[in-house]
């Protein structure tokens, strides 16, 4: 795979076309008659030859197999903004805005918010992004959908999805030990996995990732972990994420990528099979 012609930096592309086509669709999405996928076809939006433009991946995976942490991690190698969809949900929903409540009921359940809020919350992030001079994005969470990926085809190209997977027994336990911290905002996990090998498949450890002394006491569960809901959320992925899988492995943008275990084991794998390995080395050296 040519990830490296990809990550070579092109001058700085303003958002304005993505970003204007969402906003339309949702100020539009507003109106019933514009919703169906017709509508979407009017819109007309110009693309940048890939050479002309910085990155423009997804990550997709059940929730908790790590898609925050990897996304967070190649955003600060690559110079590119990691937008998770989830993140923009819950800085919402502590905005105590007039769609907070809303949000709330629809998220504690485990549910998915409707495409019109998410539009609304993404185009709104990508259009201060593009004000601070952003260009490029690493998505996570989004598409969510088989509609969400069609309307994101409708007006960008996206260049590479990777589909982070991890055993299933592995990602109730991971979930349930997620921490955020309520100042900083980041992710961090005090389970300590360790699952024997059997039946021959081999076992996998994975320590917790743990804050710096100064979080640890700002550390809080997500609402929507518990249990009951992260099971929903599960099989909430399995019926209508799954399908996104084969949208785009239908389209020869899927990297299929099975993590091995915590991020010491899998870091340098995930940077090997995206030709990046020896970018991070260069980068280090250069820093
Ligand atoms: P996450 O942090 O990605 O697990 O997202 C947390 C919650 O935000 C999800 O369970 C959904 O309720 C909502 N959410 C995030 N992204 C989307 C999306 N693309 N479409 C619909 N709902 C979303």
Redesign the pocket.
């Known amino acids: 795979m040519a990830a490296l012609t990809r990550i070579s930096r092109p001058s700085s592309i303003p958002f304005s076309n993505i970003t204007k086509s969402l906003y339309f669709y949702t100020t539009s999405a507003a109106q019933p008659q514009n919703t169906n996928n017709s509508y979407l076809q009017n819109i007309k939006f110009s693309r940048k030859d890939p050479k002309d433009r910085n990155v423009q991946w997804v990550f997709l995976g059940v ?1 908790g197999v790590g ?2 942490t990897y996304a967070s991690r190649l955003s600060t190698l690559l110079g590119v903004p990691h937008i ?7 800085k919402e929903l502590a905005s105590s805005g007039s769609i907070s409540q809303q ?1 709330a009921e ?2 504690n359940q ?6 019109e ?2 539009f609304n919350l993404l185009s709104k992030r990508l259009i201060a992004g593009e004000a601070k001079g952003e260009s490029g994005f690493i998505l ?6 088989v509609k ?1 990926a069609e309307i994101l085809e409708g007006v960008t190209d996206i260049d590479l999805v990777v589909n982070l997977k991890l055993r299933e027994d592995v990602l109730v336990e991971k979930c349930l030990g997620r921490r955020i911290c309520s100042q900083c905002g980041k992710n961090y996990n005090v389970a300590s996995i360790n699952v024997k090998g059997e039946n021959g498949n081999p076992g996998m450890s994975m320590a917790p990732l743990l804050p710096p002394a100064h979080c640890m006491s700002k550390l809080i569960t ?1 609402a ?1 972990d518990t249990e009951e809901v992260v099971k929903e ?1 599960l099989r ?1 992925y399995n019926d209508k994420s799954q399908p996104v899988e084969d949208f785009y492995r239908s389209r020869g943008k899927l990297l299929e990528f099975d993590l091995p275990g915590g991020i010491p084991a899998s870091w340098p794998r995930l940077l090997e099979a995206l030709n990046l390995d020896d970018y991070e080395e260069n980068r280090s050296a250069a820093a």
């Open positions: 929730p898609k925050g998770a969809t989830g993140d923009l949900v819950r949000l629809i998220v485990g549910k998915l918010v409707s495409d809020i998410i996570d969470g989004f598409p969510r959908t969400q997500r929507d959320r909430i």
